[in-house]
């Protein structure tokens, strides 16, 4: 008998905006006007928009992180 249940897939996306890069911190990250965070956030969804369909599989987790998700509009 075949297996039916999907495999689980998690995700990260990666935030870059910081108020300030901190010294310890080894994360691509830091300051960024609205206007640059918002060509990221439009080139996020056109990535994402890009990837295909996978039937076999279901998104688990959705892990963000890199900067400070807060710092971002959140719109």
Do not use: W
């Amino acid at each position: 008998m075949e297996n039916k249940a999907k495999k689980p897939l998690e995700l990260y996306i990666h935030v870059p905006f910081c108020v300030k890069k901190c010294d310890y911190c080894d994360f691509l990250s830091g300051p960024a006007g609205k206007e640059r965070q918002a060509e990221y956030f439009q080139a996020l969804q056109r990535e994402v928009a890009s990837v295909p369909d996978f039937p076999d599989r279901e998104i688990t987790t959705v892990f963000i992180g890199g900067g400070t998700p807060s710092v971002p509009d959140p719109a």
